[in-house]
């Protein structure tokens, strides 16, 4: 994944625990493109790779990146050190924008929002409104007001915004009840925002329902099997609490890695034999053919055949 190094040229809050950066090229030059729905990897000070939803909608020649960072206190330090390290005129290391939630075409839209959630559907929505779409709702839920980044930008009469300290959960059955091929849901939030949707869209059109998570699925049955070590033969037994990753570890084998929760992919390994069961938000549909993130992804098969990067198979088109 190509790195660019960006400047830090305004920082904010926006409530309490989110953040508002905005990182710029030092010599001025215009930065790869994106749309909405696109994230990039940023390393914090602290050595962290996270991934951070652009919030605006971009286009051909941007000239900057926003992001907004939610301090996590449960988390492994990546939003600490944004917060805490992370000043006007800090230099950063960024990906180029990857997009694995893009917005297509659609009569309608229905974008449901969980707290920090809105930083990709924000984009989109600005893009839509802009351009004059008619027909685009807004369910934003949030903990309360004061926790709630963009508040101002969503009081129109296709907006929903619902805090739950004042009126408990949000019932999104009567939204989502009616099927409807004409419209496209979006929702982006918390795991338990994502499987409640996920849930209540079983009956619709599966290629309608667009889901972005923050981190890789964990709630899947993890099996045990055996992962072979490429480069020396070594086969090392992946029980089921255990990752590949902290298998191998185990056994002495070394592989880099950084957030260990399936959205950075600097744990990537490559596959040279075995299948996969991908757990991971970072991976593209055509590295997967080839390559395991190996903090939550496992084997489908019995036995997984791993290496490094550089054993990434060539007979691949």
Known sequence: MSELRLRVSESADLTPTVRRFVLKDPGGS???????????????????????????????????????????????GGSASMHDDVVVGTELLVSAPVNRFRLHPSPRYLF?????????????????????????????????????????????????VHHSDDHGLLDLWPHLAEPDDDTRIY?????????????LTAHWRASRIHLEQFAADHTA???????????????????SHLSLLDALRRNGVPVESSCEAGVCGTCRLAVLAGEVEHRDSVLTDG???????????????????????????????
């Open 187 to 199: 929702c982006c939030g918390p795991a338990p925002l994502m499987q409640a949707v996920r849930t």
């Open 287 to 317: 590295e997967r053919r080839s390559s395991v993130v190996a903090c939550v992804s496992r084997a489908a098969s019995a036995e997984l055949v791993v290496g490094p990067r550089d054993h990434l198979r060539k007979d691949l088109p």
């Open 112 to 160: 449901i929002a969980g707290g920090i959630g809105i930083t990709p559907i924000r984009a989109m929505v600005r893009r839509l409104r802009a351009e004059g779409h008619p027909d685009v709702r807004v369910l934003y839920l949030t903990q309360s007001a004061a926790e709630t980044p963009f508040l101002q930008e969503f009081d129109g009469p296709q907006d929903t």
């Open 221 to 239: 049955i993890s099996l045990p099997f055996t992962a072979v070590w490429a480069p020396d033969g070594l086969r090392v037994d992946v029980p």
């Open 30 to 76: 215009v930065l790869p493109a994106h749309e909405p729905g696109a994230h990039v990897v940023i390393t914090t000070p602290a050595g962290h790779k996270r991934s951070y939803s652009l919030v605006d909608p971009g286009g051909a020649e941007p000239r900057e990146y926003v992001v907004c960072v939610r301090r996590n206190r449960a988390g492994r």
